[in-house]
C-alpha cells in the first residue's frame, strides 16, 4: 500500500482541502446519546466493556478491572480522564500518562484520545485505498515530548470521512503501532468504529508481535 503524492495528481480534483476533511472528520465526533456495549479482546483475555457517548465525549466502562477512561476530544485539546470502573473518581491524565497501555492490551490511552489529530502543522500526503475504501492520506511530527510516538500517518476515508487507519512511527520512521478500523456504523448523524484491531510493532518488521480488537456489539441510541 503506498500513496500517491499530490504532485502525481490532478490536487484540485483528487483531493479537497485538508480544511473541509478536518471539518467533516471532527464533525463526525459530534456523536447521539448512545449506549455501546462490546468487548476489549487481547491474545490472553477479553474484557466486556460499554461505552457511552454523548456528543464529543465517551465513557468507557470496564467494571471487571474496575477501571474507566473519559474522553472529551476537542479540535484545539482532547482531554483524558481515568476513574473506577463505574466511571466515579475521574483524574485527568498528564501526557506521560496518556502514554501508558490500558490495562494489558496494545491501546494506549493517546491512541484512544487520537491524541495525534491535535498536533500541528498536518501535511497532505496523498490519496490512497484501504480495503478497497478510498482514502485521504496526511502526516503529522509529535510535539517534543507529548507522545510516545515521533510521527503518525492516517487515513481518512473519503466516502465516510472518518478515520480508518492509523500508522505511529517512531524516530525512524518504523511503524511501530497501527490502528485499523475494520468496520463503521451509523449512530445518530455519526460514522462510528464497529470493530477496531490494534497492533504492535517490532520496528523494522512487517508482522505484528500482538494485537487488541476492540469490538462493539450492541448500539443502543437514548
Known amino acids: 500500500m503506498l500513496a500517491i503524492p499530490l ?3 490532478d490536487k484540485t480534483a ?4 485538508m480544511e473541509f476533511v478536518m471539518a467533516r472528520l471532527w464533525k463526525n465526533f459530534s456523536m447521539a446519546d448512545a449506549t455501546m456495549t462490546g468487548i476489549l479482546r487481547t491474545p ?3 474484557y466486556p466493556m460499554e461505552m457511552r457517548t454523548k456528543d464529543r465525549e465517551i465513557l468507557m466502562l470496564v467494571p471487571e478491572a474496575n477501571l474507566s477512561v473519559q474522553i472529551a476530544f476537542s479540535s484545539s485539546t482532547t482531554s483524558v480522564k481515568r476513574g473506577d470502573g463505574q466511571g466515579r473518581n ?3 491524565l498528564t501526557a506521560r500518562e496518556q502514554k501508558a497501555p490500558i490495562l494489558d492490551t496494545d491501546i494506549s490511552y493517546e491512541d484512544l ?3 495525534f489529530l491535535n498536533w500541528p502543522d498536518i501535511r497532505e500526503v496523498g490519496v490512497d485505498s484501504v480495503k478497497t475504501l478510498p482514502a485521504y492520506v496526511y502526516d503529522v511530527d509529535a510535539p517534543a515530548g507529548q507522545s510516545a510516538y515521533a ?3 492516517f487515513w481518512v476515508s473519503s466516502q465516510y470521512f472518518a478515520l480508518i487507519r492509523v500508522d505511529a512511527k517512531d524516530k525512524n520512521g518504523q511503524t511501530i503501532k497501527r490502528v485499523e478500523v475494520n468496520g463503521v456504523q451509523r449512530v445518530g448523524d455519526a460514522w462510528v ?3 477496531m484491531q490494534v497492533s504492535t510493532f517490532h520496528p523494522g518488521r512487517t508482522s505484528s508481535k500482538s494485537r487488541t480488537y476492540l469490538e462493539i456489539r450492541q448500539v443502543k441510541v437514548q
Do not use: C, G, N, W
Open 7 to 9: 504532485s502525481a495528481q
Open 90 to 92: 475521574l483524574k485527568a
Open 113 to 115: 484520545a487520537l491524541s
Open 151 to 153: 510521527s503518525v500517518r
Open 193 to 195: 468504529v464497529k470493530e
Open 44 to 46: 490472553s483475555k477479553t
Open 14 to 17: 483528487a483531493i479537497p482541502s
